[in-house]
């Protein structure tokens, strides 16, 4: 049973626009939630983590957690050209920093 | 951030052979981590490399396949033993930060003929 699972997409969002990225966990002792962006043939980037219930603004980017619900969402807002990559979601457990990853979804962003 | 580096940055092996992976940090970390990105999935971890004790291994992965090394705060190395084409793959060793920040080092693709 995946652990964390995300839409593999691949997710096409017009230039300018909102693009929604999603993951849903399935350990409720997930405490700390990661989005990393890989662009093809890079190592992953960090974009932001979040840890608390409700949202999380950096630029153009807002993470939001939903605990209850085991959902975790990342925001791309004026999506750019150089927004298209592969996002990841990742989890690790309290006390634990080891990270289990999505599988990613694939985001393209149409000029 | 800390300044994480990988050696070799790519390399193709024969199969039966054995490739050792450097990763080097900036800064003293007590833990460093190794994954695998098969091509076209995500990344799964290796193993948990500590200073001064056994790396800490993932399910499905074992010290003779992937023996690590860590003699000092701010250097790993990860080997992989007797390849085969199914071990052709981007490795790449990763450091906590800050508090709950992870990063990851440019990562060695490896292939495996």
């Known amino acids: 049973q995946k652990e964390v699972e995300q839409n593999s997409g691949p997710l096409s969002v017009p230039e300018g626009a909102i693009a929604s990225l999603n993951c849903t966990y399935s350990d409720r002792g997930s405490q700390s939630f990661f989005w990393y962006r890989q662009y093809s043939g890079k190592s992953p980037e960090l974009i932001m983590f979040i840890y608390s219930n409700g949202d999380k603004e950096d630029g153009r980017f807002t993470a939001q957690l939903n605990k209850a619900s085991q959902y975790v969402s990342l925001l791309i807002r004026d999506s750019q050209p150089s927004d298209s990559a592969t996002y990841l979601c990742?989890?690790?457990?309290?006390?634990?920093?080891?990270?289990?990853f999505g599988t990613g979804t694939r985001l393209t962003i149409i000029p | 951030s800390a300044v994480i580096s990988q050696k070799p940055s790519r390399d193709i092996c024969q199969r039966g052979t054995s490739l050792t992976i450097q990763c080097q940090v900036d800064s003293q970390v007590t833990m460093m981590f190794w994954y695998r990105q098969q091509p076209g999935q995500s990344l799964t971890l290796i193993a948990t490399a500590n200073q001064g004790s056994e790396a800490t291994y993932e399910s499905g992965f074992v010290i003779d396949k992937f023996p690590i090394s860590r003699p000092n705060l701010t250097f790993s190395t990860l080997t992989v033993s007797n390849m085969s084409p199914e071990d052709s793959s981007i490795y790449l060793c990763s450091v906590p930060d800050r508090v709950n920040e992870q990063f990851f080092g440019p990562g060695t693709r490896l292939t495996v003929l």
């Open positions: 990742a989890a690790t457990n309290f006390g634990n920093e080891k990270l289990t």
